[in-house]
């Protein structure tokens, strides 16, 4: 495997995709004169890889023009909205390493304004306060092959409208008594054009506005003039927006908007063995599936955070995935690799033992204790090397030995000679074991003139193990990862609680780290050579480190791209 390099991806200019030919012909013609973006979540969960997406896409098309991306939280809808979510957005597509400068911006920020806009459209005749319920609306609304009905309140008055509008304002009828609908065309082939409501009555609190409303916009009345107040040129969502487009710019051609903001649709991001729908995540968490939101088998920002993907490898693989208009599911294989690419270009190497068996040496002298060299990264010379305590007694891993070996294992078993990485050769002569039959102890000689892992004479053993000294082994837990879920497409025969992987997380507790491994900080991943990627897990006490796998050696992607059915 090769390191990846060079500079960040972030602006990589030669990339190419329709949106950003979009961009690149409004730009050439002089149709926009800056290049304006935006990232607009909606503050009612925390943001997952699939938002990663449209943030790296946002965001890298403002950079790649020279123009800018704005975060806009689509706030509009206080029941389900909380502040929490919005600190913990920003700090994600921070951590992603984008940067939004001064252009941060609420729907909520514009409420007085959108209001505005609502009663010019009752005053044009082109919206209305309806006294249907929610129930009736829907049963008016006709289906895909059926026109929708006129509610009996669609010629009311304009003054009426304006008089109720204003009462609904002022909080004098309760939740779902009233709405405020465009007045488009209830025949249209558009289900998105049969009146669509515009305001709803909500008395609850809004985490930035307070109590100034009981009214509240739609998000299809919100977004597309939050978009023209801020200037916003290319307004770019996920294909299930696409049939809202002709709403979009119903409206935007109906008021006195400041510009002209245009919808892209692009297709979202669907991985194997994982869900992207923040109301399910939402579920794992409420239910405690899961430890968290940052639980580290989430497809969360925080939850890749906390298992040690680094945000480099997430926004290669944005790249490397890139955009089109097809619906697809992306293998996570490709998330792995492009995680694993950065970490083994960066991530120190150390030596754990998960499964531990004790091996003491015979003819090592008690007492005696040497510092080995080791290297820190061998794809990075300049990380230097450290010093590896060994000694008589060491950890080695538990499957590293088998007494009755099949043909093709090659390492430890008695009489075979192995290699211990970066210090002895060594060869088993005995295999101790407790009352129930079970190895306890190996007991084995080494040859002192192999010292940093080579033999004068020029022998080399087929197996190189790793492990830790004992005497100065840290005690360490490791949690070990598998998918949440058992099936490749969670939630394809119905429930996706029935899908979840109920061995999703393996908590080892008796794994044993060399000194250096246990001095890394929180957030640190290193690579447990032999065994995977490993980063230290907040639950870190003094004395007591937790590491997660963040993902194994083994690139599963890289395979497949080898034997040519890889594409991108
Ligand atoms: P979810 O489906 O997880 O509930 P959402 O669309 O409701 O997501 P928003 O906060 O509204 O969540 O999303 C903000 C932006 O992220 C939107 O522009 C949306 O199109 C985009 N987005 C959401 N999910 C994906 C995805 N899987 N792939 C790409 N973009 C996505
Ligand atoms: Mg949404």
């Known amino acids: 495997m090769h390191a990846v390099s060079g500079p960040s991806t972030i602006e990589a200019p030669e990339r190419s995709d329709f949106i950003r030919d979009i961009v690149a012909a409004d730009h050439a013609a002089g149709r926009v004169s800056s290049v304006v973006t935006r990232f607009p979540p909606e503050p009612n969960g925390r943001l997952h890889i699939g938002h990663a997406k449209s943030i790296c896409l946002n965001f890298g098309i403002a950079a790649e023009f020279g123009g800018r991306c704005h975060l806009r939280f689509d706030d509009t809808n206080p029941t389900k909205e909380e502040q929490e979510y919005i600190d913990a957005i920003e700090a994600d597509v921070r951590w992603l390493g984008f940067d939004w400068g001064e252009h941060l911006y609420h729907a909520s920020d514009y409420f007085e304004q959108l209001y505005a806009w609502a009663v010019h459209l009752i005053e044009a005749s082109l919206a209305y306060v309806d006294d249907l319920s929610g129930e009736e609306i829907r049963e008016h609304r006709g289906t895909l092959t059926e026109p929708g009905r006129p509610s009996p309140w669609r010629d009311r008055p304009v003054a009426e409208s304006l008089d109720l509008f204003a009462r609904m304002r002022a909080g004098e009828f309760p939740n779902g008594a009233r709405v405020l609908r465009a007045r488009i065309d209830m025949a249209s082939p558009n289900i998105n054009l049969r009146d669509p409501v515009l305001y709803r009555i909500v008395h609850a609190a809004h985490p930035r506005t307070g109590d100034a409303w009981c009214i509240y916009p739609t998000y299809d009345f919100a977004h597309g003039q939050s978009d023209a107040i801020e200037g916003v040129t290319h307004s770019i969502c996920t294909l299930e927006f696409e049939n809202h487009r002709p709403l979009y710019d119903w409206l935007i051609e109906h008021l006195p908007v400041p510009s002209r903001p245009r919808q892209y649709e692009f297709a979202r991001l669907n991985l194997t063995w994982t869900v992207l729908s923040k109301r399910f995540l939402l579920r794992l968490v409420d239910e405690g599936h899961v430890r968290g939101w940052d639980d580290p088998r989430m497809p969360t920002i925080a939850g890749l955070r906390r298992r040690g993907y680094p945000a480099e490898g997430i926004r290669d693989f944005a790249t490397a995935i890139g955009v089109s208009k097809a619906d697809s599911v992306v293998e996570l294989a490709r998330l792995e690799h492009a995680v694993r690419a950065v970490l083994n270009r960066d991530a120190p190497r150390r030596m754990a033992v998960l499964d531990p068996l004790k091996v003491v040496i015979t003819n090592y002298p008690e007492g005696q204790v040497e510092e080995l060299e080791a290297v820190n990264n061998p794809e990075n010379e300049s990380a230097g090397t450290r010093l590896v305590p060994f000694g008589r007694e060491l950890w080695i891993e538990r499957d590293d030995f088998m007494e009755d070996p099949p043909a093709r294992f090659y390492r430890l078993t008695p009489g075979r000679e192995v290699r211990l990485r970066y210090a002895y050769f060594i060869t088993c002569h005995e295999v101790v074991k407790d009352a129930s039959g079970a190895v306890v102890e190996l007991r084995c000689t080494y040859d002192p003139a192999t010292r940093g892992g080579d033999a004068p004479d020029g022998r080399r053993p087929k197996a190189t193990l790793h492990w830790v000294f004992a005497e100065r082994a840290v005690a360490a837990e490791v949690r070990l990862y598998e998918p949440l879920f058992v099936r490749s497409d969670p939630g394809a025969d119905g429930d996706l609680l029935v899908d979840l992987n109920?061995?999703?997380?393996?908590?080892?507790?008796?794994?044993?780290?060399?000194?250096?491994?246990?001095?890394?900080?929180?957030?640190?991943?290193?690579?447990?050579?032999?065994?995977?990627?490993?980063?230290?897990?907040?639950?870190?006490?003094?004395?007591?480190?937790?590491?997660?796998?963040?993902?194994?050696?083994?690139?599963?992607?890289?395979?497949?791209?080898?034997?040519?059915?890889g594409g991108g």
């Open 502 to 565: 109920p061995d999703s997380e393996r908590v080892l507790s008796g794994c044993y780290l060399e000194p250096a491994a246990a001095g890394s900080p929180v957030g640190e991943t290193v690579q447990f050579e032999r065994l995977g990627y490993f980063c230290v897990d907040p639950d870190t006490a003094p004395g007591r480190p937790v590491f997660d796998r963040t993902v194994s050696l083994k690139d599963t992607w890289a395979k497949v791209q080898a034997r040519g059915q």
